[in-house]
Each structure stands twice: as structure tokens, then as C-alpha cells.
């Protein structure tokens, strides 16, 4: 008889199109045992549910079942993609006061039932949201994490990769501040193979201009956009589930971190089971810094706006 795996949970709040497609490629890659699905349109939930067990024949042992905010109590990590999904023309930040107000009550119902997981936070704008959360739940900042800028990081290296012939999974490079329009890439410390990139000043102005709009060309070809998230929510899920220590450039709390402090935003961090066990403090130029700080900035004024 096989050895029983150690029971792990993952409950997905909000089973769109980004919340679907991540709980199927956690399904996929038999991330946990046991697998929840919740949206406030509970028939989705259910019919996601049972096409998904419909294809356990063919992957591996997982309990997949549409739940309740009760199923939230033995889970080791919480998904929430719940919310309003950019639209066309629409920025993240547009989406700020529709998505705070839908995390208020889907926070109050997480925590009433679990003391002890990890909150992941994908809906947008994610930093904003993922501040929200942490506030909102009283859970230690480790324990709230926001996709932050893994997507846009890893936008970048798959940029980087086509443009040298490179495999992206080759090629060390990093978007940090926010996950939208004034983040910035550290071109500064961008590598393979310990070496520097080989690119032009207009090839690396493209291929920034590239990752940044990435969301909006793909918004504009098909509305929206999921898949590439959906791997990138289930990489911080492995290494918290697996206790890896894996550097992400996930969004967290950060405080006096390349001069700013009090605020959720992508950086480099250590994550383990966890959560985010530390930061990685790295080396800035001076343009780097300044665009980090602004991009900061411009995520302070967000969360005053909450409160107005
Ligand atoms: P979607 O397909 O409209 O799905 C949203 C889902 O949330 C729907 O099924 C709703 O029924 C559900 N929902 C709404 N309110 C509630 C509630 N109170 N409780 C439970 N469920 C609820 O949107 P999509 O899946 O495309 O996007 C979801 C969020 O992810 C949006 O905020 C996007 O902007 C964001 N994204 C974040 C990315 C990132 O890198 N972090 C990337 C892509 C999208």
C-alpha cells in the first residue's frame, strides 16, 4: 500500500478565470491533498468542482469540492482571486474601492474560521489589496502575501530570454515595486550565467515597456489574463507547501527597506513554510532606488485612499 501524504489544504476564493485556472494547475501538479473551491456565485464553484474530479482519473489523489468559509479552518494556505477583473482601458488602481469592499467581508469570514494559514493574495491591485488583508486579518505580516511582481519578473526573464536566445529559466532578472505601472526593473543586477546582459539600451527599453504592459496587450486580445499567474501563484504555493526558501519576488510588508517603510510592495523575499521568512536586502543604483521609492510612494497614497 503507497504511504499516505500528510493532509494539506488549499481553499481558492473566487474561482474565475484566474482562480479556476490556479486551482487546476495545483490540481495538475498535486500540490495538496485536499483542494476547495468558494465563490460567492456558488453554482461556478460547483461546476468547477465536479469537472475538475471528473479528470482525477488521470492526475493524481486530490479531494476537490466546492466549500464554504467553514472549509477555511484546516487550510495551510488561502487563495483570494475574488473581485472585479480590470477591464479594458481600466488601471489596477482603478479597481481599488470595488475590491476593497469585497475583501472586507471575505477577510472577516477567513479569519473567523482560521487563526493559523497563510493568506495569498492575487486579486488586484495586489499590493493595495494584500496591505487590506494584512490589516484587516491581524495575522502576522509573514502570513500575507501578495503575488507582488513574480508575474511581471517573470514577464521579464521570458522578454530577456527571447530577445538573447536564452531559456528565460536561465536568466536572473527582477521587476520590484509595485505590480502595475511604476514598477521598475533592476537592470542593474539582471544576469546569466554570472554575466552580464548582452543588450542594447533600445532592447532593454522595449522589453521593459513589454513586461509593464503586458496585462493590457493580453486584456486587449482576450479580455483577461490567467494562465501565467496561475503558474506563478502555484510557485509561492510550492515553496510554502514544500518549505523551499525559494527566493520570490512576492509583495510584502515592508519597513525601512531602500528607504521606505509601511507598505505592501514586490521585493525579493525568502519564502518557507512560513510564509515570507525574510526580505532579501539587495543592491540599488540610485535611479533604482528613486523609482523604487516612488513606485512606494504612489502605493501610500493608494492606501490612504481606502480610508477616505
Ligand atoms: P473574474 O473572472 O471576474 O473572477 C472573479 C471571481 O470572483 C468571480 O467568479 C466572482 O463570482 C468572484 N467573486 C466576486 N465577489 C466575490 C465574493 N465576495 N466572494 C467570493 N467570490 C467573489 O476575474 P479574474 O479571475 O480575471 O481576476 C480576478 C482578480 O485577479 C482581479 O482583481 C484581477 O485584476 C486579478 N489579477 C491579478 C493578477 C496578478 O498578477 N496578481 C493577474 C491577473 C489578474
Request: aromatic share 8%; hydrophobic share 40%.
Amino acid at each position: 500500500m503507497q504511504k499516505k501524504d500528510k493532509k494539506t489544504r488549499v481553499v481558492v476564493i473566487g474561482i474565475g478565470a484566474v482562480g479556476s485556472t490556479t486551482a487546476y494547475t495545483l490540481l495538475l501538479r498535486e500540490r495538496m491533498t485536499e483542494l476547495v473551491l468558494i465563490d460567492y456565485n456558488k453554482q461556478k464553484a460547483v461546476g468547477d468542482a465536479l469537472d475538475m474530479n471528473h479528470g482525477l482519473p488521470f492526475t493524481g489523489k486530490t479531494k476537490v469540492w466546492a466549500g464554504d468559509y467553514e472549509d477555511c479552518a484546516e487550510a495551510d494556505i488561502v487563495i483570494i482571486a475574488a473581485g472585479a477583473a480590470q477591464k479594458q482601458g481600466e488601471t489596477r488602481l482603478d479597481l481599488l474601492k470595488k475590491n476593497v469592499m469585497i475583501f472586507d467581508s471575505i477577510i472577516e469570514n477567513v479569519t473567523k474560521y482560521n487563526k493559523h494559514g497563510i493568506l495569498l493574495i492575487a486579486s488586484n491591485p495586489v499590493d493595495i489589496m494584500s496591505y487590506f488583508s494584512w490589516k484587516k486579518s491581524g495575522f502576522p505580516k509573514n502570513r500575507v502575501i501578495g503575488s507582488g511582481t513574480l508575474l511581471d519578473s517573470s514577464r521579464f526573464k521570458y522578454l530577456i530570454g527571447e530577445k538573447m536566445n536564452v531559456d528565460p529559466r536561465s536568466i536572473h532578472a527582477k521587476i520590484i515595486g509595485e505590480h502595475g505601472d511604476s514598477e521598475v526593473p533592476v537592470w542593474s543586477l539582471a544576469n546569466f550565467a554570472g554575466m552580464p546582459l548582452s543588450l542594447t539600451e533600445d532592447d532593454k527599453k522595449e522589453i521593459f515597456e513589454n513586461t509593464r504592459d503586458a496585462a493590457y496587450q493580453i486584456i486587449q486580445a482576450k479580455g483577461s489574463t490567467y494562465y501565467a499567474i496561475a503558474l506563478a501563484l502555484d510557485r509561492i504555493c510550492t515553496a510554502i507547501l514544500r518549505d523551499e526558501s525559494a527566493v520570490l519576488n512576492v509583495s510584502t510588508y515592508i519597513d525601512d527597506y531602500q528607504g521606505v517603510s509601511d507598505v505592501y510592495i514586490g521585493i525579493p523575499c525568502i519564502v518557507d513554510q512560513s510564509g515570507v521568512r525574510e526580505v532579501v536586502p539587495i543592491s540599488l543604483t540610485e535611479e533604482e532606488q528613486g523609482n523604487f521609492q516612488q513606485s512606494a510612494q504612489k502605493m501610500k497614497e493608494q492606501i490612504e485612499k481606502i480610508n477616505e
